[in-house]
């Protein structure tokens, strides 16, 4: 999964939002990010703050886990899951995205 890295002892997401969307959810893959539809309008850091918690119930972790590390203002954004490593996070994604977790992760 070309979308986890590793930044220090955390795991980061790359990821596209696309805000002001019907239904808040994970749609998928878009390229090497993952899409996340957000309700919430780009405004007050809405769509950042519903980003993180959508990621945060999704991984099982605390929301305060999950902060944005780049791209406050951008659709295309880094996300970083604080005491998760890049497996653990491939793992937890794997399900989600309907893929097999790759071999020694």
């Known amino acids: 999964m070309p979308f986890i890295s590793q930044k220090g002892d955390d795991a980061c997401l790359s990821v596209r939002v696309q805000p002001r969307s019907s239904k808040t959810g994970i749609a998928g893959r878009y390229g090497d ?6 309700k919430s309008a780009p405004v007050d850091n809405a769509a950042n703050k519903e980003c993180c918690q959508l990621l945060a119930k999704t991984l099982g972790v605390p929301r305060s886990s999950v902060s944005v590390m780049n791209g406050q203002t951008s659709r295309s954004k880094v996300l970083k899951v604080e005491g998760m490593t890049p497996s653990e996070l491939r793992k937890a994604l794997a399900s989600v995205l309907g893929d097999e977790p790759e071999e020694g992760a």
């Open 33 to 38: 990010q993952v899409k996340i539809c957000l």
